[in-house]
């Protein structure tokens, strides 16, 4: 178990993966006020290179993405072997075809995604991985959230730079 400098426990790590950077600090301060320890990547190429330094419990991303998309960065985890087994969740606004969602996704989520759909599916999966810790408690309402972890939400802006879009 890790400790966040927020003072919680982790209870996972979970790449955030989405070229619009109000969605990268809205999903970030879902998950990073409760306990998982977040970073972002504003494109799939990014998000695979990010793959390469540490590797996270889960990752979460978006299909419409410039450089590389989604179902692209996806197609790269399945088809490499340090990753084939990493739980993915497409957040998306586009609908892909069941036989894509099937093979390259461990589930999908229609945008906008309610707060507690999105901690209660990254929970799921980071979860039911080996060494994984039971998340003590997750918000049922917007009015329990608390403030997102800055540092956090700073990292995730700086993910993204203004010729990546």
Request: glycine share 6%; with cysteine.
């Amino acid at each position: 178990m890790n400790r966040l400098s927020n003072g919680l426990d982790s209870f996972g790590t979970v790449l955030l993966v989405d070229d619009d950077e109000a969605t990268r600090a809205a999903f970030s301060a879902m998950l990073a006020p409760i306990g998982y320890f977040v970073f972002c990547a504003p494109n799939g190429a990014a998000a695979l290179e990010s793959l390469r330094m540490a590797r996270p419990d889960a990752v979460v991303t978006d299909l419409d993405m410039p450089l590389l998309g989604g179902i692209d960065l996806c197609l790269a985890i399945r088809a490499d072997q340090r990753f084939r087994h990493l739980p993915v969740i497409a957040a998306s606004s586009l609908q892909p075809d069941e036989s894509t969602q099937s093979a390259l996704f461990d589930l999908y989520l229609r945008k906008p995604v309610p707060p507690e759909r999105l901690v209660s599916a990254v929970a799921a999966f980071v979860q039911s991985r080996p060494g994984a810790i039971a998340l003590a408690s997750m918000p049922h309402s917007q009015e329990e959230e608390s403030e997102p972890n800055a540092a956090c939400i700073a990292f995730c802006g700086a993910a993204r730079s203004p010729g990546n879009r």
